[in-house]
């Protein structure tokens, strides 16, 4: 899908960060709550993102504020993007980790921890100016750590969705000098957890998951330490985007993934009396997510 159909569409570019660390032995997420007057999954839990904003696309500033060029940034991060459009969904990544997780993946030749509860200060500001960011990287000679990020996976929100995005996760590791922190506006509550917890609270309806992160985090069962984790990523490619549909019901809809054996049909039926009785425990594969209207749950075909 080329830039001119994602406008015509409205499907807005956004960035997302995995934010992983090992503790007992035992891989952990980051997960963030998204506050009830979201326009989008509120309440939900979700990793930190959000859209690229049009200052992240300003390349003549970066390119002097982030540890890889253009060819650094082809080389680790490539695929179906020029490096330019790419380098922009890292700013954005990086940048929405500050705001709403307040983890800077930055360097800085002197004075880190004073200049980094400095950036913790303004990004709590109220009412910041636009630009915000950018003119904080510029001023204080930040460097954005590009080689904090790793590819995960390429999200496109189904069709018939109220607001779409087409979305990058990328996957990095938690600094180790500094701490989350929500923002208390878009994000209201943060957690570590590992992602069988995860799991397992959204099917209790403890820590109710928006559906990719549903996907993601079964994905990373399958990896106890961040060791494995971190070399898988390093490998990873973009491969082709995970475009879900949605298929709505008399109560709620039903999300079926690409690898769904119905994905295909024109027309996928589906019984909303059977749903209840479908849902699958934590660790049994599932390509089809129900929203019953308060959560959302993998079922079986």
Known sequence: MNTRQKRDLKIA???????????????????????????????????????????????????????????????????????????????????????????????????F??????????????????????????????????TDLSRWSHWITPQLMKRRFDTRFFLATMPADQYCRPDSRETVQGMWISPEEGLAGNLEGRIPLSPPTLVTLHDLLKYTVLKDLQTESGKRLWGQPILPRLVPLVKGVVIVEPWDPMYREKEIAISPDDLPNSIVPVGEPFSRIWYNGRLWRPVRV
Not at 116 to 144: I, M
């Open 13 to 111: 570019e956004a960035a997302t960060v995995i934010l992983t660390r090992e503790r007992a032995g035992r891989l952990q997420v980051y997960l963030l709550k998204r506050s009830s007057q979201s326009s989008f999954m509120a309440g939900n839990f979700v990793f930190p993102g959000g859209t690229l904003d049009e200052e992240d696309r300003n390349y003549s500033l970066f390119k002097n504020h982030t540890d890889l060029n253009l060819k650094g940034v082809s080389a680790r991060f490539g695929g179906d993007l020029a490096p330019q459009q790419m380098l922009a969904y890292c700013v954005a990544a990086i940048r929405e980790t500050l705001e709403e997780a307040g983890v800077f993946l930055a360097s800085k030749e002197e004075a």
């Open 113 to 146: 921890e004073e200049s980094l509860e400095r950036v913790c200060r303004l990004r709590l500001a109220e009412n910041p100016a636009q630009d915000w960011f950018a003119q904080l990287v510029v001023s204080a000679k930040w460097c954005l750590t590009l």
